[in-house]
């Protein structure tokens, strides 16, 4: 069966980043097509993918007949062909995971929003401010009890969607050269993931790319 990924452009398409990190860790087969999200094509882009999917954004996964439109929903699809490798068996277990899913994808509280994923590739960083030190330290907070309490070196123990849906978030703080003495643990488990031979490709990739520069960083 032949499956299509419709992705962005690599330095600015955070969510087509996880759809993508979730099949290829897996070691899914697919097409991968990369659509211009920049400014101005990005509207017509958009438009066009409008014509295969209602979400009219990217990830698309187009797998045979089906189209499944939503980053999550591929991460979830993409474990459940792939063997089921990315969730833990147990229940509870299950259901951790799947808060990290869920919070990361309701958009982590509004989580320092002027760090989008596209500063992380800028040329010129600016420092955080004092309230983005805030919401960073409480997140560290989370991920050092998390992984204190799983024993690592990822969230749940073994790698799992919760560790790749944050990946795209942990490059855009982790960029930015936050203090992270106090987290040692967090620390080794940015690391490990951001060693990852798929982390490291999409990463390599988007460096090459001009910056997409936002009006409000």
């Known amino acids: 069966m032949r499956r299509i990924l419709y992705t962005g452009t690599k330095n600015a398409s955070s969510w087509a980043f996880r759809a993508w990190l979730a099949m290829r860790e897996l ?5 991968e097509r990369v659509v211009d999200i920049r400014k101005p094509q990005r509207f017509e882009n958009l438009r066009r ?9 990217v990830p698309v996964l187009v797998d045979g007949d ?6 999550l929903a591929i991460m979830e699809y993409a474990n459940e062909i792939g063997g089921d490798a990315l969730l ?22 509004g989580l320092c929003p002027r760090l989008s994923f596209e500063s ?16 960073t330290e409480r997140l560290f907070s989370v991920w050092e009890s998390e992984l204190k309490s799983s024993g690592g070196p990822y969230l749940c123990g073994e790698l799992s969607l919760a560790d790749l849906v944050l990946v795209p978030t942990v490059i855009r703080i982790y960029s930015h050269s936050p203090q992270l003495n106090t987290w040692p643990l967090t620390h080794q488990w940015i690391v490990k993931l951001l060693a990852r ?21």
């Open 49 to 57: 993918i409008g014509e295969i999917s209602p979400s009219t954004s």
């Open 120 to 135: 992380a590739f800028y040329p010129n960083k600016r420092e955080m401010t004092s309230d983005e030190h805030k919401d």
């Open 27 to 31: 070691g899914i087969q697919f097409e």
């Open 88 to 109: 833990p068996a147990e229940p509870l277990a299950r259901a951790r995971v799947r808060s990290f899913l869920s919070w990361q994808h309701a958009g982590l509280s």
């Open 197 to 217: 031979e798929c982390v490291e490709e999409w990463v390599s990739q988007a460096r090459s790319l001009p910056p997409v520069i936002l009006d409000n960083y």
């Open 66 to 71: 089906n189209i499944i439109f939503d980053s």
